[in-house]
């Protein structure tokens, strides 16, 4: 019986050992605690007689805890730490990271690039957590202090990260208002160098260098650059549109105004570039716009001489011109033209810094006598009359109403027919008295000569017509060079 008895006690003890050792963590093991900690031989037999207490302590439930204690008493504080750091668990880090990492980067468009150093960050702070966590395992009030500025000092972190991103969203957001319609495929890059700009200004100093290398990168990417050509384009498609002064030029005359507009905004978005600043636009100076309307001006007279040439070929060829002489006339018209812009622009540019400049040599009214003398040489009367007779039309329809309007005034009796019989001779005098000052412009006499030869035939026929009208007139009564009523 009592052989029976010692086997019972042996084999539970036996059990009771095992069960022991099935409770020891491996960071608990003798041979790992001095692997972790490099233990000198004094620690070791301090660590052998603190783990025999440990395993031997199971029913209190404070084995744990005292170990600790021990540990403390027997390691300084870079083995304490490795012991520490043994206990940590890399899946609770990994996960704690993972779950703010991944809740930022979908909510917030930060660059790709940037990505990694928050989570490194991230990784940084809780793995900070978890070491906390178990360096003060069993000092609750120490743990939750330690624990409680890590997480704010993350809070902080994470908020400062939130605020830098949006600022460099609302950059785009102002630019979208602006412009809705710029494609959205690059936004990327104008948000991120927006974002590193941000942390230039207001990001730790470590960061600086990693900003700045972005930046540059940024500054020579085909992305950012293709979204800043847009927004030149679209800037100056918006400013012609709100402008009035643009609303009744061609769409030749606007895309002349268009370019100088372009050239305008993308020096200041480059030179913003350059100098590491805000691409955003606020507006466009008036003065640019001025520059613009003076360009598209200059250009709609291009547009409106070529046209006027192209006019004037197409009906000196129907009158039956020559080429010789078409070649001549557009010579001598662009020599006009080229005399009165330099006239004009002198005097443009006449102040007291120019005042003993050389003037231009011939005025005006010499310009176009000159011109009118060349004409006379290229065109004979009836061609001149064929070819620029419309422009003097209006003039002397105005003039040929006013004197008939006189006329009829003074003979009632004249009826409809009668009335268009008059009006037929007096309009006729008067555009022939158009033709005749302008073709005669640059030889005064023979000009007066014709003119007095239009008037003798005018009265004669002014005076046969009314006769015919059963009217008498006087022939002892004259003409003066504005009338002629009797």
């Known amino acids: 019986m009592k052989k029976r008895s010692m086997i019972v006690v042996f084999l539970f003890t036996v059990v009771w050992n095992t069960k022991a050792q099935q409770q020891i963590k491996p960071s608990y093991n003798f041979e790992t605690l001095v692997s972790l900690t490099s233990a000198t031989q004094k620690q070791q037999k301090q660590l052998k007689t603190a783990l025999k ?52 980067i979908d909510t917030y468009p930060f660059p790709k690039e940037y990505a990694k150093l928050i989570e490194e960050t991230l990784y940084d702070f809780n793995y900070k957590k978890e070491f906390t966590v178990q360096k003060y395992k069993y000092d609750k009030e120490s743990r ?57 200004k207001k990001g730790a100093p470590i960061q600086h260098a990693f900003a700045n290398t972005r930046i540059t990168e940024l500054k020579s990417s085909k992305d950012l650059q293709s979204i800043i050509n847009s927004i030149i384009d679209c800037r100056a498609e918006l400013y012609l549109s709100y402008d009035t002064r643009f609303e009744n030029l061609d769409s030749i005359s606007k895309n002349e105004a268009k370019k100088v507009i372009v050239l305008e905004v993308s020096n200041k978005l480059n030179n913003k570039l350059e100098n590491t600043k805000d ?109 620029f007779g419309d422009g003097f039309r209006p003039i002397a329809k105005k003039k040929a109403s006013k004197e008939f309007q006189e006329i009829t005034t003074k003979y009632k009796q004249l009826d409809q027919d009668q009335k268009q019989e008059l009006y037929k001779i007096i309009i006729l005098y008067y555009f022939n008295i158009e033709i005749t000052n302008a073709y005669y412009k640059s030889k005064s006499t023979l000009r007066k000569q014709k003119l007095s030869v239009l008037r003798y035939r005018f009265e004669k026929e002014y005076i046969t017509l009314m006769e015919s009208f059963d009217i008498k007139i006087k022939t002892s009564q004259k003409t003066d060079n504005r009338t002629f009523q009797w």
Request: proline share 1%.
């Open 53 to 104: 207490e440990r395993n031997q302590d199971t029913t209190s439930g404070n084995e744990d805890k005292y170990f600790y204690k021990h540990l403390e008493s027997i390691f300084n504080k870079e083995q304490q730490n490795a012991f520490y750091k043994a206990q940590m668990s890399e899946a609770v880090i990994q996960k704690k990271m993972h779950f703010r990492y991944d809740k930022l």
């Open 144 to 200: 939750e202090l330690a624990y409680q500025s890590i997480d704010a000092a993350q809070k902080k972190w994470v908020s400062n990260q939130i605020q830098l991103i949006k600022t460099a969203k609302y950059s785009w957001k102002k630019t979208i208002l602006k412009c809705p319609e710029l494609p959205d495929v690059n936004r990327t890059a104008y948000i991120s160098y927006h974002f590193y700009l941000q942390l230039l």
């Open 279 to 387: 691409l955003y636009l606020n507006g466009i100076e008036y003065k640019t716009g001025s520059k613009a309307i003076a360009a598209a001006k200059k250009q709609q007279e291009k547009s409106n001489k070529t046209k006027e040439l192209e006019i004037l070929n197409s009906k000196a060829v129907k009158i039956g011109l020559t080429q010789a002489q078409i070649d001549k006339l557009v010579l001598s018209l662009e020599r006009k033209d080229a005399a009165i812009a330099a006239l004009k622009n002198h005097k443009k540019n006449s102040d007291l810094s120019t005042l003993f400049e050389t003037t231009p040599s011939k005025t005006k009214s010499e310009i176009l006598k000159e011109f009118s003398k060349e004409l006379t040489e290229i065109l004979s009367k009836k061609e001149f009359a064929a070819l």
